[in-house]
Nanobody
């Protein structure tokens, strides 16, 4: 199973970005998926996650109301729409996939597959 993330970039505060993550080797409709980020000098943290069926979804408190996670079964991809970006959103963003039953979105050890990161930089 491979995950390829893209869509990062440099954006001014208040702007928007849409991250994409394409899966190969497993279908998104059989996986729970999550987006995580790691800022310099900080631990990796959960940003958002979506269950195998598409509901429920989970958002970190810091991004609620600004970010939206979704998935497209036809394109076998998961997305993270990020609006009203803040400098503190800066970091390396990773997508991850979890197989099997259960949805504990913030527990990173439950995700078996991780993609390469895509850098998001928000300038003030």
């Amino acid at each position: 199973v491979q995950l390829q993330a893209s869509g990062g970039g440099l954006v001014q505060a208040g702007g928007s970005l849409r991250l994409s993550c394409v899966l190969s080797g497993r279908t998104v409709n059989r996986s729970a998926l999550g987006w995580f980020r790691q800022a310099p000098g900080k631990e990796r943290e959960i940003v958002a996650a979506i269950s195998q069926s598409g509901a429920p979804t989970y958002y970190a408190d810091s991004v609620k109301g600004r970010f939206t996670i979704s998935k497209d079964n036809a394109k076998n991809a998961v997305y993270l729409q990020m609006n009203s970006l803040k400098p503190e959103d800066t970091g390396l963003y990773y997508c991850a996939a979890k197989t099997g039953i259960g949805f504990v979105p913030a527990i990173q050890s439950t995700y078996e597959y991780w993609g390469t990161g895509t850098q998001v930089t928000v300038s003030s």
